[in-house]
């Protein structure tokens, strides 16, 4: 059974940073494609960053710079490292981990990150 379990989003001002944890289990972590999407209040989920098992990286724009992905094969945990942030930061972040053979993707129960002075 694949669980993801997402932490370290809460409240922060802007200029602040965050860092935000995913730990995997019920999956071999290391040759699964990880990533961070997001969804704010009336609108669409919306992808932040992937990793894949070679550890390449794809950033998305609006966060490119600020944002970075990181994986811990051994912990079997995915981060994001969040610098930085800006009011239209604030969303519910999602952990996604998507296998490799179906290309089916799994999704942790969310964690809020609210940007706000």
């Known amino acids: 059974q694949v669980q993801l379990v997402e932490s370290g989003g809460g409240l922060v001002q802007p200029g602040g940073s965050l860092r935000l944890s995913c730990a995997a289990s019920?999956?071999?972590?290391?040759?699964?494609?990880m990533g961070w999407y997001r969804q704010a209040p009336g609108k669409e989920r919306e992808l932040v960053a992937h990793?894949?098992?070679?550890?390449?990286?794809t950033i998305a724009d609006s966060v490119k710079g600020r944002f970075t992905i990181s994986r811990d094969n051994a912990k079997n945990t995915v981060y994001l490292q969040m610098n930085n942030l800006k009011p239209d930061d604030t969303a519910v972040y999602y952990c996604?981990?998507?296998?490799?053979?179906?290309?089916?993707?799994?999704w942790g129960q969310g964690t809020q990150v609210t940007v706000s002075s």
């Open positions: 996604n981990a998507q296998s490799p053979r179906t290309n089916y993707p799994y």
């Open positions: 019920g999956i071999i972590f290391g040759i699964w494609r």
């Open positions: 990793i894949f098992s070679g550890s390449t990286t």
